[in-house]
């Protein structure tokens, strides 16, 4: 079966940095792209970034933009989200995605809180 785990989460203070891993099992990691989303309970889930299946191409959302960084370890078979400068408004539950043309597959989740 195919898992992915989230971890590296936690509270910071707004301007703080946080760095999120996640680990895949079960799945051939090199042929998908991974991405990661978040989600809060008013609103509805959001693409933060993504990566293509050699790191070659990242796209993130314009929210992120210039604070946010996403990396691919494909022999680790790891995923990493580098978050800096972060706000209040990145507080999130953020969600590990693998996609390709045949399916996709999530992690739990894990939550992110910016506050003072």
């Known amino acids: 079966q195919v898992q992915l785990v989230e971890s590296g989460g936690g509270l910071v203070q707004p301007g703080g940095s946080l760095r999120l891993s996640c680990t895949s099992s079960?799945?051939?990691?090199?042929?998908?792209?991974m991405r990661w989303y978040r989600q809060v309970p008013t609103k509805e889930r959001e693409l933060v970034a993504r990566?293509?299946?050699?790191?070659?191409?990242?796209d993130y959302a314009d929210s992120v933009k210039g604070r946010f960084t996403i990396s691919r370890d494909n022999a680790q078979k790891r995923v990493y989200l580098q978050m800096n400068s972060l706000k209040p408004e990145d507080t999130a539950v953020y969600y590990c995605?693998?996609?390709?043309?045949?399916?996709?597959?999530w992690g739990q989740g894990i939550q992110v809180t910016v506050s003072s």
């Open positions: 995605n693998a996609h390709n043309a045949w399916g996709d597959a």
């Open positions: 079960g799945l051939i990691f090199s042929q998908y792209d």
């Open positions: 990566i293509s299946t050699t790191g070659h191409r990242k």
